[in-house]
């Protein structure tokens, strides 16, 4: 198990509905830094390293990342002593990248991630970020609650030697389909369907409003006294 309290020095966009805690179960650094974004007060922790369960024969992308997303939120849950749980809203997200209906993890070694890189040049892949939360136990309604969202990504006809290059960084080596949008990959990129947060994995606007929706977060504003 591995815990870490991000602090935020920003002025909040939302705050934590009274009572809440924040619980980020990945250890994704691009993660961390959009939740971060909202200067909202969490706590990373994480599962100690299990195998990723495998996408099964047939399964629909986002039916994968949404099982995968769940089974890290229930990870991290049941870490949670009895009164964390009461209080604890659980985030996890899983990111998947697929080429037509083949599903792209995360390469082995450097020569993986150039031959995913070869496939994906020339060509648009979807993303696929799914969100399964685990809400408070003291919460109203569903315990339990996950979305996906996806973009298109088309990358631009790259040479080999170019992707070669890229793979040598190091940069793909922990990341689904082999690249960091926000990262050197950014030129890689030639157009973007969707929103960017997704590509990045942890898809905003729809956690924004489903969380708000749900009165786990509030707007900022709304704790200021005048």
Not at 15 to 23: D, E, I, S
Not at 59 to 74: I, L, V
Not at 167 to 175: F, L, N, Q, S, W
């Amino acid at each position: 198990m591995d815990r870490q309290t991000i602090p935020t020095a920003a002025p909040p966009l939302f705050t934590p509905a009274p009572g809440v805690r924040v619980v980020l179960a990945s250890a994704s650094p691009r993660r961390r830094e959009l939740l971060a974004g909202w200067g909202l007060p969490f706590t990373v922790l994480t599962a100690p390293a299990d195998e990723e369960p495998r996408p099964q024969a047939g399964e629909p992308a986002h039916a994968y990342a949404a099982r995968a997303a769940r089974n890290k939120a229930a990870s991290v849950h049941a870490l949670l002593d009895a009164d964390a749980a009461q209080a604890s809203l659980v985030i996890a997200a899983d990111t998947v990248v697929c080429l037509g209906s083949r599903i792209l993890g995360k390469p082995r070694d450097a020569a993986e991630a150039l031959h995913m890189l070869e496939q994906l040049s020339g060509h648009t892949h979807t993303v696929v970020s799914a969100v399964a939360l685990r809400m408070p136990g003291t919460w109203a309604g569903p315990a339990e609650e996950c979305l996906t969202d996806t973009a298109s990504v088309t990358f631009a006809a790259w040479p080999r030697e170019v992707l070669a290059a890229y793979a040598r960084t190091g940069e793909p080596d922990d990341k689904a389909g082999a690249y960091a949008i926000q990262g050197r990959g950014a030129f890689l990129a030639e157009r973007l369907e969707g929103a960017w947060s997704t590509v990045v994995g942890l898809p905003l606007a729809p956690l924004a409003a489903l969380l708000l929706r749900r009165g786990l977060l509030l707007p900022a504003a709304r704790a200021v006294r005048y």
